[in-house]
């Protein structure tokens, strides 16, 4: 079942904006990040969630999309995500920025799993005008933007394949707009 989740839980871009990912999912979503681990249990991650149509257009005005596919510049209206969560550090919870950097994967992964299990998917979005998106929901300084977590029910096909032997992990999609994720073989990343 994990397993099945795993795979199906990837970095979706496109969804079916009118259905909607309302803030009681949202909160379900987070309500499972914060019970994952957290380093020292300083538990230094707050989340602003997104869900209405105006804050959503200025969020999605903040972001990049996809560094490999350099002609794309996101998903046209009505492939919107539905919902962001925008991931935070309390700076006022001190941590070493290298360990904050574990906690975020374990939350994002976590909010990622819960979206997948829900019938939804996600992306993790770390390329954010910070400055804009900060302006834009009225971000308290306080709170240093880490990443923004895209959600809705997908509307693309993601589909895993091997590295081939050009060793190219770049993801790519064909001229039907399936989207393809070239994955290390285990005998590749196991050693020894």
């Given amino acids: 079942m ?3 989740m795993v795979q199906k839980n990837r970095s979706y871009r496109r969804f079916d904006e009118s ?3 309302v803030r009681s999912t949202l909160e379900g979503f987070v309500e499972n990040a914060r019970h994952s681990a957290s380093t020292a249990n300083l538990q230094p991650l707050k989340y602003f969630p997104v869900d209405s ?3 959503r257009a200025a969020v999605f005005e903040c972001l990049k ?3 490999y596919l350099t002609e794309w510049v996101g998903p046209e209206s009505g492939e919107r995500p539905a919902a962001y969560l925008v991931m ?3 700076t006022e919870i001190k941590i070493k920025a290298e360990y904050l950097w574990f906690d975020a994967g374990l939350a994002s992964q976590t909010i990622l799993l819960s979206a997948t ?3 939804l998917g996600g992306c993790i979005l770390a390329s ?3 400055d804009r998106l900060r302006s834009a929901l009225s971000i308290p300084s306080r709170y240093e933007i880490l990443v923004v977590l895209a959600l809705g029910k997908p509307v693309e096909k993601v589909v895993l394949t091997e590295v081939t032997e050009s060793g190219s992990i770049k993801y790519f999609r064909d001229t039907d707009g399936v989207h393809y994720v070239p994955k290390r073989s ?3 990343i196991l050693i020894g």
Avoid: M, T
């Fill in 88 to 90: 935070v550090h309390d």
């Fill in 19 to 21: 259905s909607a990912v």
């Fill in 65 to 67: 999309w996809a560094g």
């Fill in 117 to 119: 299990e829900a019938g």
């Fill in 186 to 188: 285990i005998a590749e």
């Fill in 128 to 130: 954010i005008d910070r």
């Fill in 2 to 4: 994990l397993n099945e």
């Fill in 53 to 55: 149509a105006g804050p």
